[in-house]
């Protein structure tokens, strides 16, 4: 069975202070791994696809990196609007489209 | 990407009647998607709703509680029926562009009492 783990559950940093959200999974051939931003009250945001291992996306302060076995989201600089919950999804090759989500990371960036 | 609408936003039902959640488009798509996020929970896949055919449906969701429609290339419709407090989740629609990717609704926040 397809499964995502997010680490941590809750993050909280000070502006400016970088870090990293760690998405693991398990999945039977892996047709792309998938970030998306929730923001309370609204439907999930697309951020990045990434498709193989080793393969890096970019966008503003942020920066997707993907492993055989997981995806980092690295967040650079960060500020008070990038406060949110981030979820990651994979979807299988033979999945038929069926995205599989991770319980997300509830990101909190202090001013 | 395409501009997803979900009608209503939010709705308090009483126990044991039903609601029939919209989703609308502004271009045509092939695939469209119901999933479901209950309290404090990630999102899990109900059903793909496809156009012209019976929508196929995930484990542990059934058609009779949950019925879809599609009617066409941008329109759509998931019913919860019989509800429960249970049943108290965010009902969000998604489609897929032709990169792949799926693009979510605003969702629909539903309380049963």
């Known amino acids: 069975e397809d499964q995502v783990t997010q680490s941590p559950e809750a993050l909280r940093l000070q502006e400016g202070e970088s870090s990293s959200l760690n998405c693991s999974y398990t999945?039977?051939?892996?047709?792309?791994l998938f970030w998306y931003r929730q923001d309370p009250g609204k439907g999930p945001e697309f951020l990045f696809t990434?498709?193989?291992a080793g393969e890096e996306k970019e966008k503003e302060r942020l920066k997707a990196t993907l492993t055989k076995k997981e995806s980092f989201l690295h967040i650079t600089a960060p500020k008070p609007e990038d406060s949110a919950t981030y979820l990651c999804?994979?979807?299988?090759?033979?999945?038929?489209?069926?995205?599989?989500f991770g319980q997300g990371t509830r990101l909190t960036i202090n001013p | 990407s395409a501009v997803i609408s979900q009608k209503p936003s939010r709705d308090i039902c009483q126990r044991g009647t039903s609601l029939t959640i919209q989703c609308q488009v502004d271009?045509?798509?092939?695939?469209m998607f119901w999933y479901r996020q209950q309290p404090g929970q990630s999102l899990t896949l109900i059903a793909t709703?496809?156009?012209?055919?019976?929508?196929?449906?995930e484990s542990g969701f059934v058609i009779d509680k949950f019925p879809i429609s599609r009617p066409n290339l941008t329109f759509s419709t998931l019913t919860v029926s019989n509800m429960s407090p249970e049943d108290s989740s965010i009902y969000l629609c998604?489609?897929?562009?032709?990169?792949?990717?799926?693009?979510f609704g605003p969702g629909t926040r539903l309380t049963v009492l």
């Open positions: 998604s489609v897929e562009d032709l990169s792949d990717t799926q693009y």
């Open positions: 999945v039977s051939g892996l047709r792309g």
């Open positions: 990434l498709y193989s």
């Open positions: 999804a994979v979807q299988a090759v033979r999945g038929a489209q069926k995205l599989v």
């Open positions: 271009s045509q798509v092939t695939m």
């Open positions: 709703a496809n156009q012209g055919s019976e929508a196929t449906y």
